[in-house]
Every structure is written in C-alpha cells, then in structure tokens.
C-alpha cells in the first residue's frame, strides 16, 4: 500500500496491475483489501483461536469460540502446560535429536555434495542417484524400527539422530550439489596451486561458499524434525525421551472426561515460539534460500 | 608443503583433462571418494536397509506375539485385502495427495500472484501467509479440531451445528484443505521466485503484443512457471503421501476410518503388535509413490522442456 508507486515502474509488475480499462485502479484497491481479508480469515481466525484459548480458564476454554476471555489466567494455563506437559523435559529432548540431526545433515552433506557435483564417473553418478532417492521414496518406518532393535538403538536418542540424518540427508545433498555445480572450479584450482589438500580446500573454500543453502537446509530440516511426531513416535515412543510434540499429543490425550483446550494451546504457542523465532532472525536468508534451490 | 603442491601438481596439470596412466585419476585425488562416504553409508545403513529388509518382513508373521519370525509367505497381503483395509487406505491416501496437492498449489499459486509484487505491503502479508509451515502440524490440527469440532468455534461463530469432521464423503477433502493451508507459504514462496525468474522483456513483449492479463498469463507465466510446479507439486505430493500428523490430530483416522491413510493404519496396526501386516502396509506405500510419483516428476519434467 505505502510503497506501490516507487516499485510500479518494473515491468514484471505492469502485467497484473492492469485488468482493462476500468482495472487498474480496481486493482489497486481491491488487491490489498482482498489480502487483509484473506489474512484476517485464514490466519487471523486461527491464530486468535489460539491465544485467546490459552488465556481462558477450563470451563470457558471447553467448547472453543472466538470470544475473548471473561477472566484472563494466561500465567496459570502456561504455568499448568509447561508443569503438566513436561515441556522443559521435552525442550531439551527436542534439542538433543534435532540439533545433532542437523548438524550431521549439514556436514555429511556438505562433503558427499562435493564429491558429488565436482566427479563425473558413472560410479558416482549412481551413488549420486541413490542418495537423493529419499527425495521420493517413504522412509520404511516399520522395518527401521525392526533395524534399530537389533542394533540396539531403539528408544534412543542416537538411533533418532541416525534415523532423522538419514531420512533428510537426501534432500541437503541434493541441494547442496547443485549448488556447488554453480561454484566455479578456480576457485579450488587457484588453491591446489597454492598448495592446499582437499581437507582443506573444503573446509576454507567449500563450506564457507555453501553459507546460503546450508542456511536453508537448517531451517527445512530443523522445521520437519522439530514438530516431527510419525517417526518419534516408533523410535523413540513415550518414554523419557519424548520430544515436545509427543508431549503435546500425550497433553491432548489426556482430555478424557474434559477437553482441556486451554493447555493444549498454550502448549501450541511455546512449542512454537522457537521457530517463529528463528524466522524471524533470519526471514532473508531463508526465502532466498528456499527460492533459490527449488527452481534450478 | 612445497613437497604437496608439487605432488599434486604433477598428477594432475590444473587446465588440461584426461588422466595420466598409472596414477589416481585427477578427481580421485583432488576430491577423494571419502568425503562421500560417511554420508552414504549413514543413508544406506538407516535409509536403504531398512527399505530393503521392507521387502522380507511382510511375508512373515513378525508381531509381538511371536517370539521368533517365520516366513508365512502372502499371508499378511490376504489379511488386509480382505477386511478391505488396503484398498481403502490406497484410496483415502491418493485422493488426499491428490486434494491436498491441488490445495496447496492453489492457494500458494494464488497467494504469490496477490503478493507479487515487491512492496513492503506485500513482504508482511508474504510473512504472515508464511506463519502455519513454522507451526508443527500436529499443532495445526490441534488448532483446526477446536475450529471445526462440532461443538468448536466455526460452528459458534456462525451458529450452525455442522458436523465438519463427522462427514464419511466431505471430511477427508477438508482435512486435505487443512493440509494445504499448512503448506500454502511454502508453495507461494517457490512460485515468488518462479515469477520473480521471467524475464521483464518478455512480459513487455506480450503486452506490446496487446495480450491482456489473463493471456499474459496463460501464455507467458504460466509455461514459465514449470519448474516451481514441477517442485511444488512433487513435494506436496510425496508429503502429503506420507501424511500423519494432521488426520491424526484432526480426525484420527475417522469417521468410519474414512480418512485412515496409509500411515495412521500402520500406527495403529503397529500399535496393536502386529509388526508384519504394519511392514505389509508400509511396502505398499513404497510401491505406490514408486509407481505413481516418478512416473508424474518425470512427466513434469519433460514437460518443462516441451513448454
């Protein structure tokens, strides 16, 4: 709405602004009144559902509604769902799988999609094709658990780690390769003169070019493996090493004679945060990373 | 050092190609094979393996009753054929991916033509839009039970007393709906950057041409929209394929388990201990996206080049 004229001149732009004749100031108006309508339904509607849910004692909360509380106890609800849920528990489980899940995504990747993108042998084109075949194919949860029973990691955090890295790795390999295929191979030249082993070479030229998209991958995988349950679940099941979302659904699944709507979503909200968070900071880096790996 | 730089020099002269006879190839030395290997291997150990033991459990009887496994052949297949889980779970589970593809592409596709532009305006609302991929999905169905439960907001909001999630035939499509509006900020980044990649002249060109936007859109964006199709509807369709945490959340699998895909059945059948008829599922939810979803990226694909 403010800044419409300074970036009407681009041409990509002319092409919607104008609908015929009587359009273009139709458009003008109407696209913004018709986003902050679509927001407010969409996102608004649920997002209010949420907090002011959270913020309502039981018997308001029971049969959920858009009104806003007659007695406000934000502090109990979120007192009662990090007490009830086991939440810190559940925090630092969270943490110990996603946090090691990812940085072996990242690194792992990061070496193979050099490999990968810089040799051009049959042999591994086909190690190649295979490793991004978790691109398509369903990680066979069933038998993994079978598998990690007679290694004896179920119900570990090492046996999610190394399930969560191999499940992911598929999709950082293959957006790291095509990224370093861009890269130009001077580079790395330049410093073989120089008198720089492939180590080397990859840690100080590779890793640092590679920032954007290991931005990104963070962010994917950190998002599938932090509000991941389906998985959790089989590996990891209920016990102490419940992460956050399996002590939200064992919150939830305690509502057995009354719904208990108040803590689930005051749940919801600090299960979150971490995330909302996390785009926030780095909002940038993020869309121009997804954007940028997904169309090549 | 020095003694390195000569080294490596001498087996391979950086500008020219080919390979010296009796020496390492010059991409073995220059990135050595073992830089992939830890990779591959952790994928081939927790990724492939366990694809592949996928195609011996289900002719056993492994489950919690047995204390060793034994091969039963297609037992495991004849027991979900006939109690009519497998067709009915193959068929909730494709006409979910199929609604919650068309969705989510519907609605990220609509949202990045609204929000095309690159005005401050519009990087909020991309934003806001943006919001429910951050939020876990088991959140988001949490969130929509509450909206949608019979005794739920929508219904007090508009006071009516629909049953929304208790609909044998409309349920599954408006969970798919769900799935889409969880996805939708995801698919309207991809298509942003697949409109931000056509070229201003090109778009000038059409409309010099006297194309009007529908036109414009039809004949120029949309065909250069491919790739970010290609992707979007690849992901959205694999993702919702494996699909879990929403149903669940929402409707558990219900009404009358008309909402039961694949994954919710092998949750619970695998919660019941029956490990092998669970396995049996899971092979034909490999088959099935093997089947389906690389024929259709390889058809997306081609069509990229023909457009």
Same mark, same amino acid.
Not at chain 1, 200 to 215: M, W
Not at chain 2, 115 to 141: C, H, K, Q, T, Y
Not at chain 2, 151 to 180: E, K
């Given at each position: 709405?403010?800044?419409?004229?300074?970036?009407?001149?681009?041409?990509?732009?002319?092409?919607?602004?104008?609908?015929?004749?009587?359009?273009?100031? !139709?458009?003008?108006?109407?696209?913004?009144?018709?986003?902050?309508?679509?927001?407010?339904?969409?996102?608004?509607?649920?997002?209010?559902?949420?907090?002011?849910?959270?913020?309502?004692?039981?018997?308001?909360?029971?049969?959920?509604?858009?009104?806003?509380?007659?007695?406000?106890?934000?502090?109990?609800?979120?007192?009662?769902?990090?007490?009830?849920?086991?939440?810190?528990?559940?925090?630092?489980?969270?943490?110990?799988?996603?946090?090691?899940?990812?940085?072996?995504?990242?690194?792992?990747?990061?070496?193979?999609?050099?490999?990968?993108?810089?040799?051009?042998?049959? !042999?591994?084109?086909?190690?190649?094709?295979?490793?991004?075949?978790?691109?398509?194919?369903?990680?066979?949860?069933?038998?993994?658990?079978?598998?990690?029973?007679?290694?004896?990691?179920?119900?570990?955090?090492?046996?999610?780690?190394?399930?969560?890295?191999? +499940?992911?790795?598929?999709?950082?390999?293959?957006?790291?390769?095509?990224?370093?295929?861009?890269?130009?191979?001077?580079?790395?030249?330049?410093?073989?003169?120089?008198?720089?082993?492939?180590?080397?070479?990859? !840690?100080?030229?590779?890793?640092?070019?590679?920032?954007?998209?290991?931005?990104?991958?963070?962010? +994917?995988? +950190?998002?599938?493996?932090?509000?991941?349950?389906?998985?959790?679940?089989?590996?990891?099941?209920?016990?102490?090493?419940?992460?956050?979302?399996?002590?939200?659904?064992?919150?939830?699944?305690?509502?057995?004679?009354?719904?208990?709507?108040?803590?689930?979503?005051?749940?919801?909200?600090?299960?979150?945060?971490? +995330?909302?968070?996390?785009?926030?900071?780095?909002?940038?880096?993020?869309?121009?990373?997804?954007?940028?790996?997904?169309?090549? | 050092?020095?003694?390195?730089?000569?080294?490596?020099?001498?087996?391979?002269?950086?500008?020219?190609?080919?390979?010296?006879?009796?020496?390492?190839?010059?991409?073995?030395?220059?990135?050595?094979?073992?830089?992939?290997?830890?990779?591959?291997?952790?994928?081939?150990?927790?990724?492939?393996?366990?694809?592949?033991?996928?195609?011996?459990?289900?002719?056993?009887?492994?489950?919690?009753?047995?204390?060793?496994?034994?091969?039963?052949?297609?037992?495991?297949?004849?027991?979900?054929?006939?109690?009519? =889980?497998?067709?009915?779970?193959?068929?909730?589970?494709?006409?979910?991916?199929?609604?919650?593809?068309?969705?989510?592409?519907?609605?990220?596709?609509?949202?990045?033509?609204?929000?095309?532009?690159?005005?401050?305006?519009?990087?909020?609302?991309?934003?806001?839009?943006?919001?429910?991929?951050?939020?876990?999905?088991?959140?988001?169905?949490?969130?929509?039970?509450?909206?949608?439960?019979?005794?739920?907001?929508?219904?007090?909001?508009?006071?009516?007393?629909?049953?929304?999630?208790?609909?044998?035939?409309?349920?599954?499509?408006?969970? =798919?709906?769900?799935?889409?509006?969880?996805?939708?900020?995801?698919?309207?980044?991809?298509?942003?950057?697949?409109?931000?990649?056509?070229?201003?002249?090109?778009?000038?060109?059409?409309?010099?041409?006297?194309?009007?936007?529908?036109?414009?859109?039809?004949?120029?964006?949309?065909?250069?929209?491919?790739?970010?199709?290609?992707?979007?509807?690849?992901?959205?369709?694999?993702?919702?394929?494996?699909?879990?945490?929403?149903?669940?959340?929402?409707?558990?699998?219900?009404?009358?388990?008309?909402?039961?895909?694949?994954?919710?059945?092998?949750?619970?059948?695998?919660?019941?201990?029956?490990?092998?008829?669970?396995?049996?599922?899971?092979?034909?939810?490999?088959?099935?996206?093997?089947?389906?979803?690389?024929?259709?990226?390889?058809?997306?694909?081609?069509?990229?080049?023909?457009?």
């Amino acid at each position: 709405m403010t800044s419409t004229p300074g970036t009407l001149p681009r041409p990509g732009t002319a092409g919607i602004s104008g609908t015929g004749a009587a359009g273009p100031r !139709l458009w003008r108006y109407g696209r913004p009144a018709l986003v902050v309508l679509l927001a407010a339904l969409a996102i608004g509607v649920p997002l209010w559902l949420v907090l002011v849910t959270s913020a309502k004692p039981q018997g308001e909360a029971v049969r959920p509604n858009l009104d806003p509380p007659r007695h406000w106890q934000p502090a109990d609800n979120y007192a009662d769902a990090v007490g009830q849920g086991e939440m810190l528990r559940g925090f630092v489980n969270s943490l110990l799988v996603v946090v090691p899940s990812v940085a072996l995504v990242l690194i792992l990747g990061a070496g193979a999609a050099w490999v990968f993108a810089r040799r051009s042998s049959k !042999l591994v084109s086909a190690a190649y094709a295979l490793t991004i075949s978790g691109l398509l194919l369903p990680p066979a949860v069933i038998t993994i658990v079978m598998e990690l029973r007679q290694l004896g990691l179920a119900g570990t955090r090492p046996g999610m780690i190394a399930v969560y890295t191999g +499940m992911y790795l598929s999709t950082s390999v293959f957006f790291m390769t095509g990224f370093i295929r861009t890269i130009p191979t001077e580079l790395e030249e330049a410093a073989r003169i120089d008198g720089a082993g492939p180590t080397r070479i990859f !840690l100080r030229i590779i890793l640092p070019l590679l920032r954007p998209v290991i931005a990104t991958a963070t962010i +994917m995988v +950190m998002l599938y493996a932090w509000s991941d349950i389906f998985y959790a679940f089989f590996v990891l099941g209920g016990g102490d090493g419940a992460t956050l979302p399996i002590n939200l659904y064992q919150v939830a699944g305690a509502q057995l004679y009354l719904n208990n709507w108040h803590l689930i979503f005051a749940y919801v909200v600090v299960m979150s945060l971490p +995330m909302v968070a996390v785009f926030l900071v780095a909002q940038r880096k993020i869309v121009s990373g997804i954007t940028s790996g997904a169309v090549k | 050092m020095a003694d390195t730089a000569i080294r490596t020099r001498g087996a391979a002269p950086p500008t020219r190609g080919g390979k010296k006879p009796g020496r390492l190839p010059r991409a073995a030395v220059h990135h050595p094979w073992w830089f992939a290997l830890p990779a591959v291997a952790v994928f081939a150990a927790f990724f492939l393996v366990p694809n592949l033991l996928n195609f011996y459990y289900p002719f056993t009887n492994w489950s919690s009753y047995h204390p060793d496994v034994a091969f039963t052949g297609l037992d495991n297949f004849r027991t979900i054929a006939d109690d009519g =889980s497998l067709l009915r779970s193959i068929r909730t589970t494709l006409l979910y991916a199929a609604l919650a593809a068309l969705f989510q592409n519907g609605f990220g596709l609509g949202l990045a033509l609204l929000l095309e532009e690159d005005s401050r305006f519009n990087r909020f609302f991309r934003a806001v839009f943006f919001l429910p991929v951050l939020i876990s999905a088991l959140a988001v169905g949490y969130v929509f039970q509450a909206l949608l439960d019979q005794d739920g907001a929508v219904n007090a909001a508009l006071g009516t007393d629909i049953p929304w999630l208790g609909s044998t035939t409309w349920t599954v499509v408006l969970v =798919s709906v769900i799935h889409g509006w969880k996805w939708m900020g995801l698919a309207m980044l991809i298509y942003l950057a697949g409109l931000k990649g056509i070229p201003g002249d090109m778009l000038e060109a059409a409309k010099v041409d006297g194309a009007g936007p529908w036109r414009t859109f039809r004949s120029v964006r949309w065909p250069m929209l491919a790739p970010a199709l290609t992707f979007n509807v690849t992901t959205a369709l694999i993702g919702s394929m494996n699909t879990f945490d929403i149903v669940q959340a929402t409707t558990g699998g219900g009404p009358a388990a008309s909402t039961e895909v694949f994954n919710i059945y092998m949750f619970r059948i695998f919660g019941q201990g029956l490990y092998a008829q669970a396995s049996a599922m899971s092979l034909v939810l490999f088959l099935i996206v093997v089947v389906i979803a690389i024929p259709l990226v390889v058809g997306l694909r081609r069509r990229e080049q023909t457009l």
